[in-house]
């Protein structure tokens, strides 16, 4: 029996952003107006770029512990504590927080591109003028739920976090979305799902880009290895009979994408791939890898 083939999953070019640089542990990147610094522990080998190129960023992340850190902008650049990223109609406010991150995973952009794909293989199979729903879990700050739904999807949004739902409304109101475009909540992922599968819900695909670690909106505990086969059985349940997709992403987790594909085969007959979500340095040469992640789908 052949092997399946992991892979790097094709990053589509980004309106406002694009990594410049990686090495000695950091990525240096642009984000908007803005050219930012900060670690990234995969980054293991040399930069390519001079050294005073990375000093000249203007907002640099620099550790104070193993958790945190603080950002300092570059003497005399005065850098706004946020400001508006365009990635075709959508909008999203990028904010530099204490754990580095800043409000936007742009790796994610591969899955962004193929969710659109996907509903519009699913309106063209099923003929329906409906939205097709879907529903994103773990959806953090919004961005595939702002994208999906100006690809046509009826979006329900689920995360645990209030500050991260008020972020994803933010971006939603940026993006020029009407407030009732897409069905917000907050809850635990596993308690919510369990609930849809009660009320014989369904949806024409899924995304999940869980954490290692996580807390529910009740403090129920979250952890990747233990708990995403129990998810993903709960997923089958709740997806429409017709053509249907599921993509499951995760980044910093012990596990493999032979994992992703032995996981999500438990879905049924279907397509399936896996491999790394990765970002291309913005001269070609190397790609900074990004996550794992697998792609599910029934024609
Ligand atoms: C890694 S982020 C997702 C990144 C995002 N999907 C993106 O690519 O832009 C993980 C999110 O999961 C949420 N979360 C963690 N545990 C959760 C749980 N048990 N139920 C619901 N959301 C949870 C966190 O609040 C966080 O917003």
């Known amino acids: 029996m052949e092997p399946p083939r992991p892979r790097v999953f094709p990053h589509p070019p980004l309106d406002g952003y694009a990594l410049l640089d990686s090495g000695h542990g950091e990525k240096l990147e642009r984000v908007g107006p803005w050219v930012l610094r900060r670690p990234d522990p995969q980054a293991m080998w040399s930069p390519g770029r001079s050294a005073a190129e990375w000093d000249a960023a203007d907002l640099i992340f620099e550790r104070t512990s193993d958790r945190g850190g603080d950002w300092r902008a570059r003497g005399g650049v005065r850098v706004p504590a946020s400001w508006e990223l365009p990635e075709g109609d959508a909008r999203f406010v990028i904010r530099p927080t204490p754990f580095k991150h800043i409000g936007l995973f742009p790796e994610q952009a591969s899955n962004w591109a193929w969710t659109a794909e996907r509903l519009e293989a699913h309106r063209a199979a099923t003929g ?83 954490p290692p670690y996580g ?48 996981l999500l085969s438990e879905l049924g ?12 340095e913005e001269d070609g040469t190397r790609w900074l890898p990004a996550g794992l992640c697998g792609r599910w789908w029934r024609a």
């Open 269 to 280: 007959d279907g397509e399936l791939e896996a491999g790394e979500l990765a970002l291309p």
């Open 215 to 262: 807390r529910g909106a009740r403090n129920e505990k979250w952890e990747f290895e233990s708990d995403i086969a129990g998810l993903i059985e709960s997923c089958r349940d709740v997806l429409h009979d017709g053509p249907t997709f599921v993509v499951l992403s995760c980044y910093a987790v012990g596990t493999s994408p032979l994992a992703f594909l032995n």
């Open 128 to 210: 329906q003028d409906e939205r097709p729903a879907l529903l994103n879990l773990f959806a953090y700050t919004g961005a595939a739920t702002v994208l999906a739904t100006q690809a046509g999807a009826f979006v329900t949004h689920v995360d645990s976090s209030r500050p991260a739902l008020r972020w994803a409304r933010e971006n939603a109101d940026r993006s020029g979305l009407h407030p009732d475009a897409v069905r917000w909540i907050e809850d635990d992922v596993p308690r919510f799902i369990a609930r849809e599968r009660r009320r014989g819900k369904r949806y024409a695909g899924i995304l999940l880009d869980p």
